[in-house]
């Protein structure tokens, strides 16, 4: 009686330690290994053992459930076996618990093999499952008939066992296991109980940690979300700020550019209305100083064009406005022609330009936008030059390789160092150098050839060594050659155009010029009024008209020959040109250079409005005929 009772508060006060255990530790291995050691102790058993199979998790309902998926803990949650209603497959487990009486005892830790004796059908799994007990006396009566079994028992030193399954949310989580090594021993009900209780608790224990556990990595997940979030903001608000910044750098740099050459326009033009607008005046100044303002302000004109003409390309490319003008030309040609455009200037700087051509004949054919490749190394080429100090080199080369040309740019200039490279193609980046106050720029031009590289689907690339220099390096592949669209889709059009379009005329006689300007001024024209052959050319590359009419007889260079290189550009989509002729033998002559038509001198209104409306590229506003 005495016994009993003496037993029964034995068990009652370390039912009262685990539970103690539980509710003051969330920490499920101090309760597990705890409850382990007393269990053993209380017992008087060998070797006391909780057996861990995988469990699925427990399901509770949960408010952040999207949160928690996919942020198990490897550690207290495995993975949910797959799904089967009727029947869950057998799950593998390791002994992760252990208390022996002494070391004599062998530890059975992370020992595996288990599972292969016990899991050959999951029938004992099934068993725990339903809450039952294992109660064996003797292990060598108990499996006499499973001969593997018994010898892997006997190698353990297991004699006789106490099994009850730790069952939590209805799931299987594993088993406490008491083994008696040296003899058998008959398990007294008292015991049996006492095992099976002590699970039930162990179960609300592991139930507990495992929601607390999920409870920490939703916290840790919504902790990383709000990292990753306020990181994000400030990422954002990085970017924004530099966008900010780069856009004001660059209205400083804009303003600048566009400030200096009105200047001089405004500037200079006042000085000469100042001496000149007033009748009566006296006072006159030097011819050449006269040309020379004048050619400032033409310079300054020009400079303010080019810059727009930028700004606004850009704008289109980027708000995918832009299409392509698909011709056939010589990429030799065109090489000499842009070379031809930088001769004087790289003369200037005492900078040696070369051309380097290893172009089969065959091969000299290609079909891309004739005026955006030609843009596209204008612009590398006016960076060579203008980063290349005197007595360097700057090479523009072309060959073809699989239908691509590739045009490279070398110079032996300043460089670009390495930290900087990244912000090359940036809009509106104008490197930090030292050097950057010394040139022009706006940051554009780089920004805009690579658009309208990637335009053509080519690439871009370049290697710079600082004070050594730099190549850029351009594939353009073969554009397949589409009808010509009988709408003008010319971007330059689409922005500048006048709803009549825009004519230049080249013509060194005032009188005629004048009257001709005045005639297609009233009928809505758009006129620019060129007085030089030789500087013709440059100035319709940038002032990018729908017509030219041109005189045949023109300081410094023949109105021929102005005809032939324009044709000679690009063969779709030509510009229209009408030469001003007065017999017919300079009319013939022009048609063969290849003008589109001519106009008689003297001019006759109605004859040169109507041979105008006749190109076709825009209709008058007004008609000024009568
Ligand atoms: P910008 O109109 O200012 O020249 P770009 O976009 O053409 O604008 O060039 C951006 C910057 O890249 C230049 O300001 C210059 O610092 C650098 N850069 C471009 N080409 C070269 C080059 N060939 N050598 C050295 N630096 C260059």
């Given at each position: 009686m005495d016994d009993a009772l003496h037993e029964q508060l034995e068990q009652e006060r370390l039912l009262n330690q685990v539970?103690?255990?539980?509710?003051?530790?969330?920490?499920l291995s101090v309760i597990l290994s705890t409850a382990v050691e007393q269990l053993r102790g209380f017992l008087q058993v060998d070797r006391l053992l909780i057996y861990q199979l995988g469990v699925p998790r427990p399901k509770i309902s949960d408010p952040l459930e999207d949160l928690s998926s996919g942020a198990e803990d490897p550690e207290l949650f495995d993975p949910p076996a797959a799904p089967s209603p009727e029947k869950p497959p057998p799950l593998l487990g390791n002994i992760t618990y252990e208390?022996?009486?002494s070391d004599t005892i062998l530890s059975l830790l992370e020992w595996r093999e288990i599972d292969r004796c016990f899991s050959e059908t999951s029938e004992y799994q099934e068993y725990y499952r339903r809450g039952s007990i294992r109660c064996i006396a003797d292990v060598e009566a108990y499996y006499r008939s499973c001969p593997c079994l018994l010898e892997m028992l006997r190698q353990k030193q297991v004699r006789a066992k106490l099994v009850a399954p730790i069952i939590v949310q209805a799931e299987l989580w594993g088993l406490l296991i008491a083994h008696q090594c040296g003899q058998p021993r008959e398990w007294k009900n008292s015991e049996q109980k006492f095992l099976k209780k002590i699970t039930e608790h162990l179960s609300i224990a592991i139930y507990q940690a495992q929601l607390y556990a999920q409870v920490q990595q939703q916290k840790h997940t919504l902790e990383k979300r709000v990292k990753d979030r306020t990181q994000a903001l400030h990422d954002a608000l990085l970017a924004a700020q530099c966008a900010n910044r780069a856009k004001s750098e660059f209205l400083a740099t804009m303003s600048h550019e566009l400030r200096t050459p009105l200047t001089h326009v405004i500037g200079i033009s006042s000085t000469l209305l100042r001496l000149y607008g007033q009748s009566g005046t006296t006072r006159t100044l030097p011819v050449e100083k006269q040309v020379n303002y004048l050619q400032t302000i033409h310079d300054s004109g020009e400079h303010l064009l080019a810059l727009i003409n930028d700004i606004l390309d850009l704008s289109q490319v980027e708000a995918g406005k832009t299409v392509l003008k698909i011709s056939e030309f010589s990429l030799s040609k065109l090489i000499n022609q842009t070379l031809h455009t930088f001769r004087d200037r790289a003369k200037q700087r005492n900078v040696h330009l070369a051309g380097d051509i290893p172009i089969r004949p065959e091969c000299d054919r290609f079909i891309a936008d004739h005026r955006r490749v030609r843009q596209i190394l204008l612009n590398l080429l006016s960076n060579a030059i203008k980063f290349t100090p005197e007595n360097g080199r700057v090479t523009l080369r072309v060959w073809v390789e699989n239908k691509t040309a590739i045009f490279q740019v070398e110079d032996t200039g300043?460089?670009?160092?390495e930290e900087q490279q990244p912000l090359l193609f940036e809009k509106f980046q104008q490197l930090d150098s030292p050097y950057r106050r010394q040139y022009g720029g706006t940051g554009l031009g780089l920004a805009l050839t690579k658009q309208l590289v990637e335009l053509h689907g080519g690439t871009i690339e370049f290697t710079s060594v600082v004070n050594k220099g730099t190549t850029f390096t351009v594939h353009i592949p073969a554009q397949p050659?589409?009808?010509?669209?009988?709408?003008?889709?010319?971007l330059q059009t689409d922005y500048t155009e006048s709803p009549q379009g825009r004519l230049v005329v080249i013509e060194d006689d005032e009188e005629t010029a004048t009257l001709i300007c005045e005639l297609l001024t009233a009928a809505g024209y758009q006129v620019v009024w060129l007085?030089?052959?030789?500087?013709?050319?440059?100035?319709?590359?940038?002032?990018?008209?729908?017509?030219i009419l041109v005189d045949l007889y023109l300081p410094g260079q023949n109105g021929y020959d102005i005809i032939r290189h324009l044709r000679e550009e690009t063969t779709a989509d030509p510009l229209k040109i009408i030469a001003l002729t007065t017999t017919e033998a300079e009319r013939e002559r022009s048609l063969t250079a290849g003008?589109?038509?001519?106009?008689n001198k003297p001019i006759l209104p109605n004859q040169l409005l109507n041979q105008i409306e006749?190109?076709?590229f825009g209709k008058p506003a007004q008609n000024t005929e009568g």
């Open positions: 539970t103690t255990q539980i509710r003051q530790s969330l920490e208390a022996r009486s300043i460089g670009i160092p050659l589409v009808k010509k669209n009988p709408y003008k889709t010319s007085m030089d052959g030789v500087t013709a050319l440059r100035s319709i590359e940038l002032l990018q008209p729908d017509a003008a589109d038509g001519c106009i006749k190109l076709g």
